[in-house]
């Protein structure tokens, strides 16, 4: 059930209905039960691994706040008859004791996603190495189906473990209340990746309808809905042809494939995102943002910073800093410094944790080595960037640039905007191999030709579809510079008098059913991931 689909509307509408109907302190009931039926709508088999994660999480969750409690009781129970060192003895058992409670969750729910979705990819890596080595031996690929979200679930409820572990919060006593929080209907497919002390109390607490916030999140599923069948599922059928068939295109070809994808996949994650929060926000819950204007990005870091953000940033809470502050890392620092000097040594173990986490990055978009490469390609540029940012303020200051003036700005964005699509060659490509054959001709086979002989309107475009995506670009690039300038505008159309709203609502209505793509649709592309 696409969110792009009248069941999906009509699914939606009777659930408000029901919800805002209901007494507040059920309505959360109510979430679960359209939660779990919207999923089983895809697959009943599948839904059974979410079933699994959110019972394991919930009760290493509940055995973590058992520990918790008991050692606190003991420690009170026996303040006075323990040294200092005897409690400090008893804490570090218990930190212990819970450490390896916490481990073995996560082990069982990454577990679960690592069987199910690199299982193959694991597979298909050995029988290359037993082919190499002359053996005729193969093993059997597993016929297992991927399960819809399963990684956004999965980081989810693995946050909530550790955050748990950490004593951020106690855990949730009722297992279907915690049911809710992993499978919340909106954000399961594609996020965005949400925190438990976030959305907890938002889920349980009751909602009173709110005829402002609806239409604010009618208004942010409209926006969204534009962004996916005008734009996204215009261009893929132009990114979908070069990409599988890359045979039969060269030089521009490439080149415009890519352009059109790096549209196509803005405009269709967030989109989605757009939807997610808008339904979000008609039920009386915020959802946290997923994106931030990303290719008004002046490097790559800051690329991811804006760009799926709740992904980032739990990269960022869960493993950077984590890695960054252990013992490990710690002693690498030091012997850096040792022999790199202070300023390259202390850069040095920062940038391994990019590496890592991009690694990690790409292995979480898909098991493939295509995927792999696209992480690494983005952590080698942050970590070289890293290094490099001494002699990158001395070479600006001898060239007399001004680097907060405007022209260096604009300069910044056009080249990370380059190297991002750079990197889409990787995630598009139908392999590692493929990326790097389109990567190589897209410089020695450019010809001017390919601009003139219109070739550019056989690959699965027309003219039109041209005009109106660019059209649409221009439109989405002003709205996002107004957002930069954090100028609202909802509350500004709000503000008009009701002709005009209605007025403008009717011609963005009209806008979708006119030009919105009538071809071959796909689904939302981070439903995979």
Not at 431 to 451: D, E
Request: net charge positive.
């Amino acid at each position: 059930m696409s969110f792009t689909t009248v069941m999906f509307f009509l699914f939606l509408l009777v659930g408000i209905i029901v919800y805002y109907a209901l007494p507040k302190k059920i309505q959360w009931a109510w979430l679960l039960i359209m939660s779990y039926a919207y999923y089983f709508t895809f697959s009943i088999k599948t839904s059974l691994f979410m079933v699994f994660t959110t019972i394991v999480v919930y009760a290493g969750g509940r055995w973590l706040d058992k520990v918790n409690t008991e050692s606190e009781a003991y420690l009170s129970e026996h303040k006075k008859d323990m040294s200092r060192d005897e409690k400090k003895e008893y804490k570090a058992a218990v930190k212990k004791k819970k450490r390896r409670i916490a481990a073995l969750i996560i082990v069982i729910a990454f577990g679960v996603l690592a069987a199910v979705k690199y299982c193959n990819f694991a597979i298909e890596n050995v029988n290359a190495i037993l082919s190499l080595t002359g053996s005729s031996k193969t093993i059997s690929f597993l016929d297992i189906a991927l399960p819809i979200g399963i990684s956004f679930y999965t980081f989810q409820s693995v946050s909530y473990v550790i955050d748990v572990y950490q004593g951020k919060y106690r855990s949730e006593n009722n297992i279907f209340k915690f049911a809710l929080f992993v499978s919340f209907f909106p954000q399961l497919l594609q996020g965005p990746i949400g925190r438990f002390d976030k959305l907890g109390h938002q889920f349980y607490e009751g909602h009173s309808f709110d005829l402002k916030t609806v239409q604010f999140g009618l208004q942010r599923i409209g926006w969204g809905i534009a962004k996916k069948v005008i734009l996204a599922d215009r261009t893929a059928p132009l990114v979908n042809n070069v990409f599988n068939n890359f045979e039969m295109y060269t030089g521009f070809h490439y080149i415009m494939a890519v352009l059109m994808y790096s549209v196509q996949l803005y405009m269709d994650f967030s989109g989605g995102i757009d939807i997610v929060v808008g339904v979000a926000q008609m039920l009386g819950i915020t959802m946290d943002e997923n994106f931030r204007q990303p290719y008004f990005s002046k490097s790559i870091g800051e690329f991811w910073r804006r760009w799926h953000i709740t992904l980032g940033t739990w990269m960022k809470d869960y493993i950077f800093y984590p890695l960054s502050l252990s013992s490990a890392m710690h002693k690498f620092g030091k012997w850096s410094k040792k022999h790199f000097g202070n300023t390259f040594g202390k850069t040095l173990p920062v940038c391994f944790s990019n590496i890592l986490i991009f690694f990690i990055v790409g292995i979480w978009h898909g098991a493939a080595w295509k995927y792999i490469m696209y992480g690494l390609y983005n952590g080698f540029i942050i970590a070289f960037s890293n290094l490099c940012e001494p002699l990158y303020h001395k070479g600006i200051e001898k060239c007399h640039i001004n680097p907060h003036g405007r022209p260096w700005m604009v300069f910044q964005i056009i080249r990370t905007f380059i190297l991002v699509n750079i990197g889409w060659y990787f995630d598009m490509a139908t392999g590692l191999r493929s990326a790097l054959v389109m990567m190589k001709y897209s410089i020695v086979g450019l010809s001017t030709s390919q601009l003139t002989d219109g070739s550019l309107f056989t690959m699965g475009m027309q003219l039109r579809d041209y005009i109106i995506v660019i059209a649409g670009c221009i439109v989405v690039f002003i709205i996002s510079i107004l957002k930069e300038k954090h100028i609202s505008i909802r509350e500004s159309i709000a503000a008009k008098p009701i002709a005009v709203r209605w007025l403008i609502y009717y011609a963005f209505i009209a806008a979708i059913l006119i030009w919105g793509y009538t071809g071959d649709t796909q689904g939302f592309i981070y439903a995979n991931f």
